[in-house]
T-cell receptor, first 112, second 114 residues
Framework: QQQVKQSPQSLIVQKGGISIINCAYE??????FPWYQQFPGKGPALLIAIRPDVSEKKEGRFTISFNKSAKQFSLHIMDSQPGDSATYFC???????????WGAGTKLIIKP | EAQVTQNPRYLITVTGKKLTVTCSQN?????MSWYRQDPGLGLRQIYYSMNVEVTDKGDVPEGYKVSRKEKRNFPLILESPSPNQTSLYFC?????????????FGPGTRLTVT
């Protein structure tokens, strides 16, 4: 049972555009929602994370928007650059354990 | 340099031949975990360990074994590999002193079972 659904599976965006990746979750017990970035040949690395009591978190060009009532959250990449081309994973976690429930991933390509 | 290392990085083997993928971290992290990554399925947890001598099953433990005899090492053992275990494997670690969702990943091991 997939508890975190991520879309789209792949995304192509022009340089300078806005990239948007969406995730939806089912379990209301989750209390952290991180995003990970993975470059080819590398392991995932934490990019940004949000708690459900916050509607938006911004770090540089990366913003998480969170809608608790809809049980949805999204990653926005402003002014997308070719160096942002990577696979992005959303995830959900509970403070009571270390387990992360992962989305299926989105392969993002930024065209120069 | 703080890191998680895995060996080997690439492995091609045959069905039924026992293999071990090693994982080591130098950050003194209590928590370690193994994932497999398959296209369209994201990362699925195989086993995890909260500390030395404490291990537990993740979502897809069948066909795998682990051990945690030392804090820094967490090897993944496939006693009788099968083709459906062909995948990209990642080891990760995390500290109880930091955010629980912040996991540090190794570079991955690409396993092919023929």
């Amino acid at each position: 049972q997939q508890q975190v659904k991520q879309s789209p599976q792949s995304l192509i965006v022009q340089k300078g555009g806005i990239s948007i990746i969406n995730c939806a979750y089912e379990n209301t017990a989750f209390d952290y929602f991180p995003w990970y970035q993975q470059f080819p040949g590398k392991g995932p690395a934490l990019l940004i994370a949000i708690r459900p009591d916050v509607s938006e978190k911004k770090e540089g060009r990366f913003t998480i928007s969170f809608n608790k009532s809809a049980k949805q959250f999204s990653l926005h990449i402003m002014d997308s650059q070719p160096g942002d081309s990577a696979t992005y994973f959303c995830a959900a976690s509970r403070s009571s354990n270390y387990q992360l429930i992962w989305g299926a991933g989105t392969k993002l390509i930024i065209k120069p | 340099e703080a890191q998680v290392t895995q060996n080997p990085r690439y492995l091609i083997t045959v069905t039924g031949k026992k293999l071990t993928v090693t994982c080591s971290q130098n950050m003194n992290h209590e928590y370690m975990s193994w994932y497999r990554q398959d296209p369209g399925l994201g990362l699925r947890q195989i086993y995890y360990s909260m500390n030395v001598e404490v291990t537990d099953k993740g979502d897809v433990p069948e066909g795998y074994k682990v051990s945690r005899k030392e804090k820094r090492n967490f090897p993944l053992i496939l006693e009788s590999p099968s083709p459906n275990q062909t995948s990209l494997y990642f080891c990760a670690s995390s500290s109880q002193d930091g955010p629980l969702y912040e996991q540090y990943f190794g570079p991955g091991t690409r396993l092919t079972v023929t």
